[in-house]
């Protein structure tokens, strides 16, 4: 097994992507990504793959919408033990910083930083957040491919941030658009690594 394709919704699955891969959907949010990707690499039984490739959509208010863009780097957000001393993001007793940088790149598209939280980014709450795109789930599949020492790609497509949210077209408007898109970077990924 070459490369594992995981996406956490049904909805960022289109037709453009369904034409390429099969990924595996690990649902939405840290806690659904940790388990199902880590039962996703564990179900490969020692053959584990060269390369995952999480991909779907994220809200950014200073990216373009509607393109696609490679993480570089992520954080996790809902983490704070700064009452403990530790530094906000920083996850205690794990010697790991609050920022994890993430490779291996696609030659030719963009990065960005990414924030990873369990809770949908819109309008003010961007004030809080200093990286340029958020999702609910790279995080938590990065520290799972970490304990299988499986490098990690993560691929995002911009879907909303510019205006307030207000229900799930919002979000899902776009999505047509980032599937094309997506699709077009797996095809590199598969001259790549497949």
Same mark, same amino acid.
């Given at each position: 097994?070459?490369?594992i394709?995981?996406?956490a919704?049904e909805?960022?699955?289109?037709?453009?992507?369904r034409?390429?891969?099969r990924p595996?959907?690990?649902?939405?949010?840290?806690?659904?990504?940790?388990?199902?990707?880590?039962?996703?690499?564990?179900?490969?039984q020692?053959?584990l793959?060269?390369?995952v490739?999480?991909?779907?959509?994220?809200?950014?208010r200073v990216?373009?919408?509607?393109d696609?863009?490679?993480?570089i780097?992520?954080?996790?957000?809902d983490m !704070?033990?700064s009452?403990?001393?530790?530094?906000?993001?920083?996850?205690?007793?794990?010697?790991?910083?609050?920022?994890?940088?993430?490779?291996p790149?696609?030659?030719?598209? !963009?990065g960005a930083?990414?924030?990873?939280?369990?809770n949908v980014v819109?309008?003010?709450?961007y !004030?809080?957040?200093e990286e340029?795109?958020? !999702?609910?789930?790279?995080?938590a599949v990065?520290?799972?491919?970490?304990?299988?020492?499986?490098p990690?790609?993560?691929?995002?497509?911009?879907s909303?941030?510019?205006?307030?949210?207000?229900?799930?077209?919002?979000w899902?408007?776009?999505?047509?658009?980032?599937d094309?898109?997506?699709a077009?970077?797996?095809?590199?990924?598969?001259?790549?690594?497949?």
């Amino acid at each position: 097994m070459t490369i594992i394709y995981l996406m956490a919704a049904e909805a960022e699955y289109g037709p453009h992507l369904r034409a390429r891969i099969r990924p595996t959907i690990i649902g939405v949010g840290p806690v659904e990504a940790a388990v199902n990707a880590t039962r996703a690499l564990a179900a490969c039984q020692g053959e584990l793959p060269r390369l995952v490739v999480s991909l779907g959509s994220a809200g950014s208010r200073v990216l373009t919408q509607c393109d696609v863009y490679q993480a570089i780097s992520v954080s996790y957000r809902d983490m !704070d033990a700064s009452a403990l001393g530790f530094a906000r993001g920083e996850t205690p007793f794990t010697g790991l910083p609050a920022t994890l940088p993430l490779e291996p790149l696609v030659s030719g598209l !963009d990065g960005a930083t990414l924030s990873t939280g369990a809770n949908v980014v819109s309008g003010a709450a961007y !004030d809080r957040i200093e990286e340029d795109m958020v !999702d609910m789930e790279t995080w938590a599949v990065l520290r799972a491919c970490m304990a299988f020492d499986v490098p990690l790609l993560a691929l995002r497509g911009i879907s909303d941030g510019k205006e307030e949210l207000t229900g799930m077209a919002s979000w899902t408007q776009y999505l047509h658009i980032i599937d094309e898109k997506l699709a077009e970077v797996v095809d590199l990924i598969e001259k790549a690594y497949g």
